[in-house]
């Protein structure tokens, strides 16, 4: 890698210490970049886990710098670390400001650039710590009981917002002083469990005095709203609030139901806080789905925000409205333009919104004009971009990635002009021989076209034959753009010798709303059909070997492996499936979202009454005046298992509670009590993603030693 390590002076590490109470005793290991280098020029599974991951980039008040976080993995300690940096906005004079051995979060520029304040932990709890803008100077500023989850200064830096939990569930000894120790979790209503986590704790919005050197005079904004959470969990963070420029109000998200309404809805809201009279206002009351991401005009004359239509449908089209904060007109930018954003920021000039959406098999930036809703392409290519910074000269600050390479940080000029400014990965990349990618247009069964991208090896011949992956996308409702992925990276499978089909199928976003909503209530539907389509499209060159077709996924890929694996006519002589949804009867009652189970299971609001509280189970299997919800359960996996012909190996984690690793293990035993041959990993320590590093290696390793004793001539095929 072409990234020049920089260290601070040992007097910065002497002020860390001095001010990290009992989190650092010298035992702390600091991970570093890797000592990797390739022997053979092949992407290889070490070659990815050494790869630094660059994310979080925030643009200097003046303009000037970039500060950035660089995360590495080390499989020896299995953890990783993120550190920062800065450099100029042309990539010049890189430095690296911090090496400790815990991540510092949520870092932002304070005090005109001269600082940088940011979380990090001490004595167990993560805290709001200041330095200076070369990393000197470190201090924790706050000291708060249960811990900082997220931080948003107002404008003029006097008050900040924090996000830290308080209590929720009620355990046995809060009922039973006499029993300390029970360990009995107390539940009678829903929701108890988002993803990974039994919820314990819920987020709440409090706000501080802040002096420059101390935070003080906390006080929760929500105090007598104890049950309901702000941001939403599971993944809500300061993205859900917004300071006026007048740092007299702060917007905010939540969801302010409780309970079965809680779990059968989507429909947050955003809150004005007054900050001199307290009051609360709702300022979306009536829009059913989630309304996310507030952000304010320069001029705080008008509130920008993403929005969905439809209460309970989290893959909703993202509109981006206004909202006149006078007259209170909200206006849908994006009425007329049939795609969803997925991230947005005001032009310097207050005329225009940045957004970032998928669009034809790629993510492209764009920009709308609030007036006449124009919505123009900024930068765009064969590569997805990933985070939005504009700069008061016209010009942008992103992430961009791609299917053959990680986030870098690049500059887009005020003219288009698009230049790569950070070059943490360029030198391992280029001692790699890296695959190629191609865009295939495919025709479907009901006479459209799909784009499908293929992925070959580096040394591709096409006077030879390869062996090839199926890539079933989860979701169900994600896009299969130029995505970057550390666990399913289509660049090192075809690095290890097969040609990837990655077909954007029914039910994906970047191809307009009535492509992405299909496959609602459809699971077994059109979607599968396309996947075969793109199989059988493929099989039609001679490079591809239609004896050795082998398909994976996660999730709803998982979910789609099963049903293939009944369905799919002899064209797969492999599959392999994680945490995917094997019985579609018990996850309805398992998953720990059940506005997930009943829209994707009961078709949505083609069944669902206007308010869908009066109806909380219209996606249930019991309901049987729902044809929708009944073909959705007539076509669950599990109903095929007696037309398995196929080995199958099956991966999963014990913390996964949207989809329960016992959809793992029943397919698991069906496979074996069919007689298939059959392998499966349990993961007791991961949950719906494999995270830690020697378990992503052991995940790659055995993904790749399945489909090669299937897949690849050379290999035994016994048990």
Not at 551 to 557: L, N, R
Not at 570 to 594: D, P, S, V
Not at 679 to 697: G, R, T, Y
């Amino acid at each position: 890698m072409n990234l020049k390590h920089i260290m601070i002076a040992s007097a910065i590490a002497a002020s860390l210490a001095s001010c990290s109470g009992n989190n650092q005793d010298g035992n702390d290991v600091i991970i570093e970049k890797p000592e990797f280098v390739s022997q053979d020029g092949q992407f290889t599974i070490e070659a990815l886990e050494a790869l630094g991951r660059v994310s979080d980039i925030k643009v200097s008040p003046d303009g000037k710098k970039v500060l950035f976080a660089i995360s590495y993995e080390s499989v020896e300690h299995n953890k990783s670390n993120a550190d920062l940096y800065t450099m100029n906005i042309d990539g010049s004079d890189l430095k690296r400001i911090t090496r400790t051995p815990a991540s510092e979060n949520g870092f932002t520029w304070i005090a005109g650039g001269e600082k940088i304040a940011f979380s990090y932990p001490k004595d167990g709890k993560s805290q709001i710590w200041v330095m200076n803008a070369d990393g000197s100077g470190r201090t924790c500023v706050s000291d708060v009981e249960k811990g900082v989850q997220g931080f948003l200064f107002s404008p003029d830096e006097k008050k900040v917002v924090i996000i830290s939990p308080i209590k929720f569930s009620r355990e046995a000894k809060d009922l039973y002083a006499d029993l300390p120790e029970a360990t009995g979790r107390v539940i009678d209503n829903l929701n108890y469990k988002h993803w990974d986590e039994w919820i314990t704790e819920i987020p709440h919005p409090f706000i501080a005095d802040f002096d420059g050197a101390k935070v003080s005079g906390l006080y929760d904004i929500m105090s007598d709203e104890l049950r309901f959470e702000s941001p939403v969990k599971p993944f809500g963070g300061v993205e859900s609030f917004a300071w006026s420029p007048d740092s007299k109000n702060l917007v905010y998200t939540s969801r302010k139901k409780e309970g079965v309404n809680y779990a059968i809805s989507t429909n947050t809201d955003l809150y004005l806080y007054n900050l001199e009279d307290k009051s609360t206002r709702n300022l979306t009351d009536g829009m059913m789905g989630y309304d996310t991401n507030p952000v304010f005009s320069p001029d705080g004359k008008t509130l920008a925000f993403l929005s969905m239509e439809h209460d309970g449908y989290e893959s909703d089209k993202n509109r981006i409205f206004t909202l006149d904060m006078a007259s209170g007109v909200k206006t849908d930018l994006t009425a007329e333009w049939d795609y969803t954003a997925d991230a947005i920021a005001w032009a310097h000039d207050g005329k225009s919104i940045y957004f970032i959406a998928p669009k034809d098999g790629v993510t492209p930036i764009f920009n709308i004009d609030a007036i006449s809703h124009e919505v123009k392409v900024v930068a765009d290519g064969l590569c997805d971009y990933a985070a939005l910074a504009p700069v008061a000269d016209g010009s942008m600050v992103t992430l961009r990635h791609s299917m053959v390479y990680p986030n870098e940080v690049f500059h887009v000029a005020a003219n288009g002009e698009v230049k790569q400014i950070s070059n943490v990965n360029t030198e391992l990349l280029a001692s790699l021989k890296m695959p190629k990618v191609e865009k295939k247009m495919v025709p479907t069964t009901d006479g459209k076209e799909m784009l499908v991208w293929a992925i070959y090896p580096a040394d591709f011949d096409s006077t030879k034959t390869y062996p090839s992956l199926l890539y079933c996308q989860g979701g169900p409702q994600q896009a299969v753009s130029q995505f970057w992925s550390y666990r399913w990276n289509l660049a090192l499978m075809a690095a290890n010798g097969y040609i990837v089909i990655a077909p954007n199928r029914r039910g994906l976003p970047g191809f307009g709303t009535e492509w992405n909503a299909q496959i609602s209530g459809d699971y077994g539907g059109q979607n599968m059909k396309d996947y075969l389509a793109a199989v059988d499209y493929m099989k039609q060159y001679p490079y591809i070997d239609s004896a050795r077709i082998g398909a994976t996924g996660a999730s709803y890929g998982g979910f789609s492996v099963y049903w293939l694996a009944g369905n799919h006519d002899k064209r797969f002589a492999a599959l392999l499936a994680h945490a995917g949804i094997f019985n579609m009867e018990a996850q309805y009652l398992e998953t720990e979202e059940m506005w997930f189970a009943n829209w994707d299971m009961g078709g949505g609001a083609i069944n669902a009454p206007a308010n869908s509280a009066d109806a909380p189970d219209y996606g249930a299997f019991w309901r049987k005046d729902n044809a929708i919800a009944q073909r959705t359960f007539a076509n669950s996996p599990h109903r095929f298992v007696d037309r398995w012909d196929t080995p199958i190996m099956i991966s999963h984690g014990e913390f996964d509670y949207r989809i329960l690793s016992s959809q793992g293990e029943m397919a698991f035993n069906a496979a074996k009590l069919r007689g298939i041959p059959a392998e499966m990993v349990i993961f007791p320590d991961e949950n719906h993603w494999i995270l830690k590093p020697q378990n992503a290696i052991l995940w790659q390793r055995l993904f790749f030693r399945w489909f090669d004793r299937w897949l690849k001539n050379d290999s035994k095929k016994t048990e």
